[in-house]
């Protein structure tokens, strides 16, 4: 079946912009997560939706940041004024229950100038 | 805090052999560890899962195995193969909330033929 999938691949955009980086989990999937990948950082869990719970935001850097799950589904992250220290890859990802794996998408490469 | 660490961060060994990677966390209370691999641009692909309970988990010429009382996983590749080459992630999902991950930086290996 169809993995995780993520738009754009590639995001190149100015110092003050705001972008949305969007994420289709796999169907049936209940949680879905997003992490940030920077360089000399490693990956960094930014947010999490579990079904209809109200997300864990524990992660996000600032409150730049933000992200919405309509309907059990699709996932949209946004970056309010970007800052060239947002430039990383976002990746998604999801799983079926607690203790599943977690499916990773290929990633939103976000470049700020 | 869950602190996770790789060594070595780099590897470059001849094809054939057999190596193993390191990976530590400093909170042992975890549910499970996850080794995964990535691809230079490419997501993020799920190798094994070690659930709390089990010590060890196999898959063709990966051997993946977990002492969570001292906070430690090693991953043996056998018989190295250039495809091998990639970035190894360890990642644990501990008690902090939402069963996120929690990511090494990484060993980045690579096999030459």
């Known amino acids: 079946g169809a993995g995780v999938s993520q738009s754009p691949s590639n995001k190149v955009t100015e110092k003050g912009k705001d972008v949305e980086l969007r994420c289709d989990p796999i169907?049936?999937?209940?949680?879905l997560y997003w992490y940030r990948q920077s360089l000399g950082q490693g990956l960094e869990f930014l947010i999490y939706?579990?079904?209809?719970?109200?997300?864990?935001k524990s992660g996000l850097p600032s409150d730049r940041f933000s992200a919405e799950r309509t309907g059990g589904s699709v996932s949209t992250l946004t970056i309010q004024r970007t800052q060239q220290e947002d430039s990383a890859v976002y990746l998604c990802?999801?799983?079926?229950?607690?203790?599943?794996?977690?499916?990773f998408g290929p990633g939103t490469r976000l470049t700020v100038l | 805090k869950q602190e996770v660490t790789q060594i070595p961060a780099a590897l470059s060994v001849p094809e054939g052999e057999n190596l193993v990677l390191n990976c530590s966390f400093t909170?042992?209370?975890?549910?499970?560890l996850q080794w995964f691999r990535q691809d230079p641009g490419k997501g993020l692909t799920s190798l094994l899962l070690?659930?709390?309970?089990?010590r060890e988990q196999t898959s063709g010429r990966l051997n993946a195995s977990l002492d969570k009382s001292s906070g430690r996983s090693t991953l043996y590749i056998a018989a190295s193969q250039p495809g091998d080459s990639a970035t190894y992630l360890c990642?644990?999902?501990?008690?902090?909330?939402?069963?996120?991950?929690?990511f090494g930086k990484g060993t980045s290996l690579l096999v030459t033929p």
């Open positions: 990802a999801s799983r079926w229950t607690s203790f599943d794996t977690q499916y």
């Open positions: 070690i659930q709390s309970s089990q």
């Open positions: 909170d042992s209370a975890i549910y499970n």
């Open positions: 169907s049936g999937h209940t949680a």
């Open positions: 990642a644990v999902i501990g008690s902090n909330s939402g069963y996120a991950l929690n």
């Open positions: 939706f579990q079904g209809n719970s109200a997300p864990d």
